[in-house]
């Protein structure tokens, strides 16, 4: 990305500052006066032509100074193309000492501006003893390195260098333009490197700074530990100007309450069909609760609600209510989340456990389920990124595909693809016949067979049809998926991708009969897919004593987990669009109507099995 030059760094007035040389001195050895010196800098002096003829005069290291003169009147007029040529024309060795100072800023200028950052950087570090110039002279040094830096995507050394520039900086505008440089090459610096900096800095106004960007970086996905951060940072700096260039969002954070509710309801079905979900989702909830005790003190207590009781939402939210539940979450079932939707106001925030069909929703609830919609987009998004703009679609699930493929299409084609055929077999259509028609293999073989008749010699069909799309999007169980990839991949198409939902993976493989499904990339919950260290050592110490956390359950538990992170998070989610926080069902973040949208992580079948990719 080409970065800005600060066009406020005026060359000519630092030129200027030169005037402190004995340039007489310099040019004792030449046979013909030069004038005064200051004459070479004013603005009403000669053109760098004249210059430049003059230096054809000489030889040698006589030709010099005059070319250096040039090249500022270059600076000057802007043109600093030619500066740059006329400075490389010759050596700062050339030069008297006095001069050379003069030569690399104008070089590193001139390669500046024309978005060389090494020669820049390379020229500058040949400037010696900057800060016995003028203040004047090296303010504009200072500033003329710290843009080098950045083009370089040096960003901590830049900010660095900026904020330690201040103390030569008088004009007020020029000082705040600089400090909102810094703190934006801070923002995107890399955290080693704003720690590293931060282990090397010795003057306090560089901490404050390295310590806030800090603060911020580290904590950037936990709005309660940055909270904590910016307090603890404003104790220790109070009236430091740097808090001031937060961004508003992170700023209110400042003041924002992330202490937990007191007593929290979990509303979940325990009895009836649903008990083996409800029961997965509250063991989820509870190990999340637990898990928080290493990080917080105080916790609040927990009231479980059977959903399926017999009671009405009505009757379950009073008695929550009387009860003294500051907060809810659940309940789990669209009947249910339908009965509480009739209100137009929620008397207590509310976390229901899936997602409504419209956009409406009540003020107060929030929405965090499992849909097969966030799945979907996500597979878009990321076939359109890897230049897959032509999609096949195979849906062969009854119950959730349409709302996959409506998914996957509006986001698909949103993004510039085009869905190029849908193949619905989901009321357990002959999937061959379905396969054949998508791949256009039935027009290839019926085209082969009459020619065949017409020559009465054998002709062999070839599949064309793959050649039609980039990627396939397939939403199937395993146990339909192994009898669908192996038709794709008899009829050409075992060149395409194929992207497929979580539906594809059980939980756990069989290699004899899953070989079959090998190159199928699916998205599912980190959880679910033992996508970290600490996941599988969490899942390994689980397995024996909640049988709940694992294979199909798996993503009820995540859920649930989940549920409990969020509860102190949903302020940040709420209020700072960018904010996520990192879970077990994938990376969460909160849209404009108080839904939770998920961030899946990626598995592959590999001759069998399933590998984990760091995809997204």
Same mark, same amino acid.
């Given at each position: 990305?080409?970065?800005?030059?600060?066009?406020?760094?005026?060359?000519?007035?630092?030129?200027?500052?030169?005037?402190?040389?004995?340039?007489?001195?310099?040019?004792?050895?030449?046979?013909?006066?030069?004038?005064?010196?200051?004459?070479?800098?004013?603005?009403?002096?000669?053109?760098?032509?004249?210059?430049?003829?003059?230096?054809?005069?000489?030889?040698?290291?006589?030709?010099?100074?005059?070319?250096?003169?040039?090249?500022?009147?270059?600076?000057?007029?802007?043109?600093?193309?030619?500066?740059?040529?006329?400075?490389?024309?010759?050596?700062?060795?050339?030069?008297?000492?006095?001069?050379?100072?003069?030569?690399?800023?104008? +070089?590193?200028?001139?390669?500046?501006?024309?978005?060389?950052?090494?020669?820049?950087?390379?020229?500058?570090?040949?400037?010696?003893?900057?800060?016995?110039?003028?203040?004047?002279?090296?303010?504009?040094?200072?500033?003329?390195?710290?843009?080098?830096?950045?083009?370089?995507?040096?960003?901590?050394?830049?900010?660095?260098?900026?904020?330690?520039?201040?103390?030569?900086?008088?004009?007020?505008?020029?000082?705040?333009?600089?400090?909102?440089?810094?703190?934006?090459?801070?923002?995107?610096?890399?955290?080693?490197?704003?720690?590293?900096?931060?282990?090397?800095?010795?003057?306090?106004?560089?901490?404050?700074?390295?310590?806030?960007?800090?603060?911020?970086?580290?904590?950037?996905?936990?709005?309660?530990?940055?909270?904590?951060?910016?307090?603890?940072?404003?104790?220790?700096?109070?009236?430091?100007?740097?808090?001031?260039?937060?961004?508003?969002?992170?700023?209110?954070?400042?003041?924002?309450?992330?202490?937990?509710?007191?007593?929290?309801?979990?509303?979940?079905?325990?009895?009836?069909?649903?008990?083996?979900?409800?029961?997965?989702?509250?063991?989820?909830?509870?190990?999340?609760?637990?898990?928080?005790?290493?990080?917080?003190?105080?916790?609040?207590?927990?009231?479980?609600?059977?959903?399926?009781?017999?009671?009405?939402?009505?009757?379950?939210?009073?008695?929550?209510?009387?009860?003294?539940?500051?907060?809810?979450?659940?309940?789990?079932?669209?009947?249910?989340?339908?009965?509480?939707?009739?209100?137009?106001?929620?008397?207590?925030?509310?976390?229901?456990?899936?997602?409504?069909?419209?956009?409406?929703?009540?003020?107060?609830?929030?929405?965090?389920?499992?849909?097969?919609?966030?799945?979907?987009?996500?597979?878009?998004?990321?076939?359109?990124?890897?230049?897959?703009?032509?999609?096949?679609?195979?849906?062969?699930?009854?119950?959730?595909?349409?709302?996959?493929?409506?998914?996957?299409?509006?986001?698909?084609?949103?993004?510039?693809?085009?869905?190029?055929?849908?193949?619905?077999?989901?009321?357990?259509?002959?999937?061959?016949?379905?396969?054949?028609?998508?791949?256009?293999?039935?027009?290839?073989?019926?085209?082969?067979?009459?020619?065949?008749?017409?020559?009465?010699?054998?002709?062999?069909?070839?599949?064309?049809?793959?050649?039609?799309?980039?990627?396939?999007?397939?939403?199937?169980?395993?146990? +339909?998926?192994?009898?669908?990839?192996?038709?794709?991949?008899?009829?050409?198409?075992?060149?395409?991708?194929?992207?497929?939902?979580?539906?594809?993976?059980?939980?756990?493989?069989?290699?004899?009969?899953?070989?079959?499904?090998?190159?199928?990339?699916?998205?599912?919950?980190?959880?679910?897919?033992?996508?970290?260290?600490?996941?599988?050592?969490?899942?390994?110490?689980?397995?024996?004593?909640?049988?709940?956390?694992?294979?199909?359950?798996?993503?009820?538990?995540?859920?649930?987990?989940?549920?409990?992170?969020?509860?102190?998070?949903?302020?940040?989610?709420?209020?700072?669009?960018?904010?996520?926080?990192?879970?077990?069902?994938?990376?969460?973040?909160?849209?404009?109507?108080?839904?939770?949208?998920?961030?899946?992580?990626?598995?592959?079948?590999?001759?069998?099995?399933?590998?984990?990719?760091?995809?997204?």
């Amino acid at each position: 990305m080409t970065k800005k030059f600060n066009s406020k760094h005026l060359f000519l007035g630092l030129i200027l500052a030169l005037g402190t040389l004995s340039l007489s001195a310099c040019f004792a050895t030449q046979s013909r006066s030069l004038g005064k010196s200051d004459d070479i800098y004013q603005t009403g002096g000669n053109s760098a032509d004249y210059y430049l003829q003059q230096a054809a005069q000489y030889q040698g290291s006589d030709k010099a100074p005059w070319k250096l003169r040039a090249a500022s009147a270059y600076a000057k007029e802007q043109q600093f193309s030619n500066a740059y040529n006329t400075l490389i024309s010759f050596q700062a060795t050339q030069l008297p000492p006095q001069q050379r100072n003069a030569y690399y800023l104008l +070089k590193g200028e001139s390669a500046l501006r024309q978005q060389k950052g090494f020669e820049a950087i390379r020229a500058l570090q040949s400037v010696n003893q900057p800060d016995r110039q003028s203040r004047a002279w090296n303010r504009h040094y200072q500033l003329l390195f710290a843009d080098a830096l950045s083009l370089n995507n040096r960003n901590a050394d830049a900010a660095v260098r900026r904020i330690q520039a201040a103390e030569l900086i008088d004009d007020p505008s020029q000082l705040d333009s600089q400090y909102q440089q810094a703190w934006q090459e801070l923002s995107q610096a890399p955290l080693g490197a704003i720690e590293t900096k931060l282990s090397r800095a010795q003057d306090h106004d560089t901490i404050a700074w390295l310590e806030l960007a800090q603060v911020q970086k580290k904590y950037q996905r936990n709005a309660r530990l940055l909270s904590e951060g910016l307090s603890n940072w404003l104790q220790q700096y109070a009236g430091h100007p740097a808090i001031s260039y937060l961004p508003s969002d992170v700023s209110q954070l400042r003041t924002a309450d992330f202490s937990l509710p007191r007593k929290v309801a979990l509303i979940v079905p325990l009895s009836g069909r649903f008990a083996t979900v409800g029961g997965a989702i509250r063991d989820g909830f509870l190990a999340g609760y637990f898990e928080s005790q290493k990080s917080r003190g105080e916790l609040p207590e927990i009231q479980v609600y059977d959903s399926a009781s017999g009671q009405t939402m009505d009757q379950l939210y009073q008695q929550a209510m009387t009860d003294g539940v500051e907060m809810v979450v659940g309940p789990l079932l669209k009947n249910n989340i339908d009965q509480l939707t009739r209100y137009s106001d929620m008397q207590l925030p509310t976390l229901v456990l899936n997602r409504l069909a419209s956009d409406f929703s009540p003020t107060n609830m929030y929405q965090f389920g499992l849909p097969v919609e966030d799945e979907a987009a996500q597979i878009a998004r990321y076939a359109i990124r890897k230049g897959e703009t032509r999609a096949f679609v195979i849906n062969a699930e009854a119950s959730v595909g349409a709302r996959a493929v409506d998914s996957f299409v509006r986001t698909y084609e949103d993004l510039g693809g085009t869905v190029v055929q849908v193949a619905d077999i989901s009321r357990n259509q002959d999937p061959k016949s379905a396969i054949t028609r998508l791949l256009g293999v039935d027009k290839t073989e019926k085209r082969s067979q009459e020619l065949q008749n017409l020559l009465n010699v054998p002709v062999e069909s070839s599949g064309q049809g793959s050649s039609n799309a980039d990627a396939i999007f397939l939403i199937s169980n395993a146990q +339909k998926a192994r009898i669908i990839k192996p038709y794709l991949n008899y009829y050409y198409a075992y060149n395409l991708p194929v992207y497929a939902t979580s539906d594809i993976y059980s939980g756990s493989t069989n290699p004899r009969l899953d070989n079959d499904l090998s190159g199928i990339m699916f998205t599912d919950a980190p959880w679910v897919l033992g996508s970290s260290k600490d996941i599988l050592s969490a899942k390994k110490s689980l397995s024996k004593t909640l049988p709940s956390s694992h294979k199909r359950l798996g993503r009820f538990f995540a859920l649930g987990h989940d549920a409990y992170r969020i509860i102190p998070e949903l302020g940040q989610l709420s209020t700072v669009p960018e904010s996520a926080i990192e879970g077990l069902s994938g990376v969460l973040s909160m849209d404009s109507y108080g839904r939770i949208q998920r961030q899946l992580a990626w598995g592959r079948y590999e001759k069998g099995r399933v590998k984990t990719y760091n995809q997204r």
